[in-house]
Each structure stands twice: as structure tokens, then as C-alpha cells.
DNA sequence: CAGGATCCGCTAGGATACTG
DNA sequence: CAGTATCCTAGCGGATCCTG
């Protein structure tokens, strides 16, 4: 498994990776982009957040998706849990570096997102109405 | 709500816009990053292909949602179609050069995440397998 | 060939209640 | 506070058949 530079034909042949069906990084694709991760990451940011801050923070999120959002993202090493032994308890999440890693592109997709979400609406208006007489 | 030039804690806050449930764009989110638009994104990076191509090199996917994604994609201005009134009928698709841009943020995503693949696998491993005596 | 129409299983995900 | 457990529903998505 020994990491050597890659060559031209080896990137390329990786990135068709996921085209494949079979292909076991699919399911981590599927993760990472699903509704809840991408909004959690973004809440996150170079912030430390305990569960219910996140909770507050992510409009619209229930608790057993927060919750299971959260086991994928540390299992998958995209997020730190710290939890003091007291009562009540108290529990602080944060990136992991690899987490943080992801969310720049997650981040950067969110971004592009929002500043050309004003261009996408109108561009469905147009394609949903198309000049009626 | 009148909508002036922006000043920083505005971005700031439009960089936020997708936390807020009622956000509109989080559902152009969830189209973008879902399943098989992005796969279809990866197969049209600067191709031009048809119904049956796109469909052979996104492995796994059903006529349906190709058809779906495929709709939903140029309803958002991020696919062009063009089809020929011919018999048998012949229609190709390319991306816009919206999606274009768009793409080239999902295509980063995707080979960060095929990258970093391994190591995630990894982490998950060790995840779920913590020191066992 | 490019899809639309239908049927249907599965699971993501919400609401609520409960616990250490 | 930080979750887990349970129940329940909408809709994602697959399989199949059909048509211009």
C-alpha cells in the first residue's frame, strides 16, 4: 500500500473510481454529501460546538439525525468527541483534521451555492415558463 | 427585505443562509449533492454523451432516476439538451456552462473523497475496532 | 433509442417519550 | 444535557412494462 506520486493515468483512473457501482467509496460519497453532514460541517467550522449548539445551530434538525450524523461523522474520523464525565453531561464536537480537509470543499460547494442560487431560480422559472403567448 | 450591496456581515451571513431551515437554496443543495447527479456530473466533465452512454458509465444506475437527475439537472440550468427529431430518437447532453461550474466543485469533492479514501476506511476501522485486548 | 407510466419495497427522517 | 428507543410516514429509488 506504499504512496507514490501518482501518475497522470493513475489520477485519472481514480477519479472514474466512482463510477463504478462496486466502488466502496460510493457509500462514503453518499455520507459525507447527505443533507445533514454538509450542514453539520458547515456549522462547525472552526468551531467547537456541543450537541445541542449544533442542534440550534443547524435549523431544522431532529435530534435522532443529529445524533446519527454525528456517530458516521467521528466514525468515518471527520469529527472529534470530547465528553466530560459529569453531570449533567457535557460533550464538545469538533473537525477532525481530515474533517476539516473535507469541509473546505463541502464549504467551497456551499458557497458557490449560495452565490449563484439567485441564477438557478431564475433559470428554472425560465425553463418551467417558457415563453407563453 | 430589500436587497442592497452587501457588506461583510452580510456575506458572512449568506455563507450561514443554508443553516436556516426555511433556506430555499438547501433544496438545490440536496439535488446537487444527491446520489446520481454528482455521478453524472463526474460522467460529463467536458463530454458530450447520450441517454444510453450516461447511462453505461454511471454503473448502477436505473433508467428512472437517470431520466430523473437528468430532468431535475436541466430544470436547474446545469445540463443542455439537445435532441434530434429523428427515428430512432437521438438526444445528447452536456453541461451548461453553469453546471460546468458547478461541477468542477463537485468533481473536487469527489477526488479529495477518492483520495482520501483509504485513509478514511482506515479510520473506521480503527473506529470500530479499538484496541481489543 | 429515449424515455414515460406503474407498482412497490426500503429507508431516510420526523415526532415523541424516556434515561443516565 | 446528551443522547437512545420506538413508532410512523413520505418519498427515494429499483424493476418492469410500454410507446413514439
Redesign the interface.
Known sequence: ?EKKSATLSEVMA?????????C??RE???R????WT??VM??LQDKTLRFSEIRR????ISERMLAQTLRYM?????LARKAWDVVPPHVEYNLTP?GQ??SI?????????????P??????R???APSRP
Open positions: 500500500m481514480a477519479r472514474g473510481e466512482l463510477l463504478n457501482p462496486d466502496p467509496s462514503v460519497l453518499k459525507m454529501t447527505s443533507r454538509m450542514l458547515l456549522a445551530a443547524v435549523g431544522g467521528e466514525e468515518d474520523g471527520l481530515l480537509q473535507a470543499y463541502v464549504l467551497a460547494l456551499a458557497d458557490w451555492l449560495e452565490s449563484h442560487f441564477l438557478i431560480e431564475q433559470r428554472r425560465e425553463h418551467n
